[in-house]
């Protein structure tokens, strides 16, 4: 009996064994994923949640300069929260933008999934060279649901800013969900990529409507 029972202790100390062999890339994965949101909330780690805001107001002398340009000011919150459901952080970003010659504020949201160095575990089992991945330099690719576009995300100056680019996105007028309040932001000469700077998250609570997580914010 005792041989039996040492037969089974072994057989079952190798199956942990070969199920725990991958865990050390996933271990390095993790690692990786901590650094990099370090990097986007300025050292910090979510406690469950984190919150990082970009802000750019195009002055009357760079707007001069730039007689394209529609975007009058552009604010951008990167947020993440700690979800036991997935081993590496899922961001969400929101977007809100005023134009230089249309009045009211306009938004929009979506998300970013997780940094471009992770691998998703479930895709362990597929050959690298058709993992899909995210291109070279960009940090996060964040869209909008239902075909609404999205911007690329890199950040930059020593993580102080970001740079943002986009095609196009859907926005809305006042937070509103109305399809008839529904435009886009198209790309053009002087709309297609933006550097902002990271800020206070208090200069980002207007994209912001749920309380609690107002206060969340506040928090931090």
């Not at 990082?52 to 002398?61: K, N, P």
């Not at 597929?126 to 911007?151: A, L, N, W």
Request: proline letters at 6%.
């Amino acid at each position: 009996m005792r041989s039996i029972c040492a037969i089974a202790t072994l057989t079952g100390l190798l199956a942990i064994t070969a199920a725990l062999a991958p865990f050390p890339a996933l271990a390095d994965d993790q690692q990786r994923d901590t650094d990099f949101a370090k990097r986007v909330f300025a050292g910090s780690l979510p406690k469950p949640k984190a919150y990082a805001c970009f802000v750019r107001r195009y002055d009357a002398a760079h707007l001069a300069q730039h007689p394209l340009q529609k975007v009058s000011v552009m604010k951008l919150l990167i947020s993440t929260e700690k979800d036991p459901d997935f081993p590496v952080f899922q961001y969400a970003f929101r977007l809100g933008v005023n134009y230089r010659d249309r009045t009211g504020d306009f938004d929009s949201s979506g998300n970013c999934g997780h940094a471009p160095t992770i691998k998703d575990p479930d895709n362990s089992d597929i050959p690298p060279e058709d993992r899909v991945t995210k291109p070279v330099g960009i940090d996060f690719e964040c869209d909008v649901d239902c075909d609404g576009g999205g911007v690329n995300v890199t950040l930059s100056n020593n993580d102080n800013a970001v740079i943002l680019t986009l095609d196009h996105i859907r926005i809305w007028k006042g937070n509103s969900p109305d399809a008839d309040a529904a435009g886009a932001l198209q790309a053009g000469k002087d709309d297609k990529i933006f550097r902002l700077d990271r800020t206070d998250t208090g200069e980002c609570t207007s994209l912001v409507a749920d309380r609690k997580e107002l206060a969340a914010m506040r928090h931090k």
